[in-house]
Structure formats: C-alpha cells, structure tokens
C-alpha cells in the first residue's frame, strides 16, 4: 500500500510561487518504477490533471499551467515536486498527487489527502 503525503499549500498573492511536495512511503527502486501526476480540485469544479512525470523523467502539462508549473522528482528522496510560479486566483484549489506503478496508460491507484492553495491579494 502506497501512502503519499503532500505538503507545501497555503496562501499566495497573485503572481506569487509556491513549491508543493509530496513523499510516498516506497522502497526506493519501487518509486523509481512509478509514475507520479499533481490533480487538483477547485470548489464546484471536476478534479483535472495538472502535471505528470513517468519513472523515466518525461513530463506533461495542463495547457492552463504550462511555462508556470514545473514537476520534478527526487527519486533520492522518493518525493515528487510542483514547483508553481505566477500564479493566478483560478489556480486555486485542493492539490492531490497521485501515484502509479509503471508508465502504463492504467489509472493511478494511491492518491494523497491533499494541499489547499489559495491565491488571492
């Protein structure tokens, strides 16, 4: 059973940056076969994809973050990263990482409690 924690969330003025993180409690090769997704949820809305990174680093945006989030991992660390810049007020959200085995096209099958980001002035 794969448990993620994210952390990082929290209060951002508009054009601010936040670095979000989530740790998933693996053996270290078995987070290196994993790919990792960021989701979120706004109020009223659908959960949508943000950002995906498979075991071998290639990475995929939403159009509305693209050239402002960034997902990286430490694979060191078993930790994924979404590094967020210029953020907006419609950024707001519960942020969810997610986690699968392998690069298949499979549902991802842990999830993370999530982060609230909130940006507003």
């Known amino acids: 059973q794969v448990q993620l924690t994210e952390s990082g969330g929290g209060l951002v003025q508009p054009g601010g940056s936040l670095r979000l993180s989530c740790a998933a409690s693996?053996?270290?090769?078995?987070?290196?076969?994993?790919?990792m997704a960021w989701y979120r949820q706004a109020p009223g809305k659908q959960r949508e994809l943000v950002a995906t990174?498979?075991?071998?680093?290639?990475?995929n945006y939403a159009d509305s973050v693209k050239g402002r989030f960034t997902i990286s991992r430490d694979n060191a660390k078993n930790t994924v990263y979404l590094q967020m810049n210029n953020l907006k007020p419609e950024d707001t959200a519960v942020y969810y990482c997610a986690s699968k085995l392998g690069d298949s096209k499979t549902e991802y099958d842990a999830w993370g409690q999530g982060t609230q980001v909130t940006v507003s002035s």
């Open positions: 693996v053996s270290i090769l078995r987070f290196r076969a994993t790919a």
């Open positions: 990174i498979t075991s071998g680093y290639s990475t």
